[in-house]
């Protein structure tokens, strides 16, 4: 079983940037992938970031050259680096993994790009 506390989430204007985090119960290298999902208000959730099997990372298009993902193996944390946020980036954020062949989520962390 795998369990995270998320942080970072806020109110930022637009061309701001914030930092999440995502500490997970488990050490990084015993999850299959690891990264970040998000859900905006009457949307799918939709996937932003993550690294999979061998640390490779993978971005969505939407996301691209604004975000970046990154970790720290000792503190079994995941970060979301936002930069230059975008009112369409709004939405709930959560953190994701796979252990084994089970999906495990966050609880999820508020980010309101607004002026």
């Known amino acids: 079983q795998v369990q995270f506390v998320e942080s970072g989430g806020g109110l930022v204007q637009p061309g701001g940037s914030l930092r999440l985090s995502c500490a997970a119960s488990?050490?990084?290298?015993?999850?299959?992938?690891m990264g970040w999902y998000r859900q905006a208000p009457g949307k799918q959730r939709e996937f932003v970031a993550e690294f999979t099997s061998g640390s490779r990372t993978d971005y969505a298009d939407s996301v691209m050259g604004r975000f970046t993902i990154s970790r720290d193996n000792a503190k079994n944390t995941v970060y979301l680096q936002m930069d230059s946020l975008k009112p369409e980036d709004t939405a709930v954020y959560y953190c994701h993994a796979i252990f084994g062949v089970t999906n495990y989520w966050g609880q999820g962390t508020q980010v309101t790009v607004s002026s």
């Open positions: 488990r050490s990084l290298f015993s999850l299959y992938l």
